[in-house]
């Protein structure tokens, strides 16, 4: 078993830390070039660009949570908070409409477009620990509302409906949750938003991905790679040689006891590290034997006999 750390109340903190406040709440095998780095999404990487929320706002590739609805073409987001009414014209016909997000009861949280209701938990049927957090986004492709629902028990699901012929409908979907960031804000933009996923293999961590999102729903823009959202460093007991794969022919980059790596990667059962200063190391392969709770191995080593600070949250 592994020597968990077992923070389940730590886990709903850390979970409604994620999300934005509410009332509520890997086929993978891509390789990593010098060209795919900058995709990688670290908690010291800010993009922030000023929108301009006028008639003359065109497409903007980052805006805050404070935005408001404007004309067609434009772009902007912000969060439907708890009993709190928004009007925008959906569907630009110039008739304003009514959001919000509310609750009839303790045990509901909906979302009311004007008349319609969308009931995004009932603990009739779910778990007390669920919180919810939508947000209405426009941008060149039509009118939308991403919610994001946050059960500590069984993980994240991020919804993507959008306007179409007088209410909203449901057009995909991701087990993931929205990143979010206390520096720059929500990471929706103009047509992308930053998904995450909580991955257990060698400590507990955050992988991304960006998709691009619109009338076709959620497309990820890389199918194959997470990126680390979190700076995890782990120190080596022992030395190490990477696996290489993506610069065929270099000998492997190697890393000695004492040294501090950091994750970056994960591509299906690969991790890949970076040194203290940022250059990519390559990738270990990882083993898991015993299934989901049992210790992950590296070339029939034990993570806990490798790495000198593994620590999982759970």
């Not at 991403?146 to 409908?169: A, C, Q, R, V």
């Not at 979907?173 to 995450?196: A, C, M, R, T």
């Not at 890389?222 to 680390?228: I, L, R």
């Not at 990519?280 to 990882?286: P, T």
């Amino acid at each position: 078993m592994k020597k968990h750390v077992n923070i389940l109340l730590g886990i709903t903190m850390v979970s409604a830390l994620l999300c934005a406040c509410g009332d509520t709440s890997e086929d993978i095998d891509n390789s990593i070039s010098t060209e795919n780095t900058e995709a990688a999404v670290t908690s010291d990487e800010k993009t922030e660009v000023e929108v301009s929320l006028t008639e003359n706002t065109t497409e903007a590739t980052s805006t805050d949570v404070s935005g408001e609805a404007t004309a067609d073409g434009s772009f902007t987001f912000f969060e439907l908070k708890y009993d709190e009414e928004k009007q925008v014209d959906l569907g630009g016909d110039g008739k304003m409409d009514t959001l919000m997000a509310t609750g009839s009861d303790d045990t509901h949280y909906d979302l009311v477009i004007n008349d319609q209701t969308i009931e995004l938990i009932n603990r009739d049927t779910n778990n007390d620990w669920e919180m919810a957090t939508s947000y209405y986004v426009h941008n060149s492709e039509g009118d939308f509302i991403m919610s994001e629902l946050n059960d500590p028990l069984n993980g994240w699901e991020t919804t993507l409906y959008m306007w179409n012929n007088g209410s909203f409908e449901k057009i995909g979907s991701e087990p993931l949750g929205i990143l979010n960031d206390e520096d720059s804000g929500v990471k929706i933009q103009g047509n992308e938003v930053v998904l995450f996923k909580s991955i257990q293999a060698l400590s507990s961590w955050r992988g991304t991905k960006t998709f691009i999102y619109g009338k076709d729903g959620f497309i990820a823009k890389d199918e194959k790679t997470f990126y680390a959202a979190d700076k995890i460093g782990l120190t080596l007991k022992q030395d190490i040689a990477f696996e290489d794969e993506y610069e065929a022919g270099q000998a492997a980059r190697t890393a000695s006891a004492g040294d501090t790596i950091y994750i970056s990667t994960l591509v299906q059962d690969r991790i890949g590290f970076t040194s203290a200063n940022g250059d990519f190391l390559g990738y270990l392969i990882i083993t898991q034997p015993d299934g989901e709770y049992g210790d992950h191995f590296i070339n029939g080593i034990s993570e806990y006999d490798l790495f000198d600070n593994i620590v999982y949250a759970g």
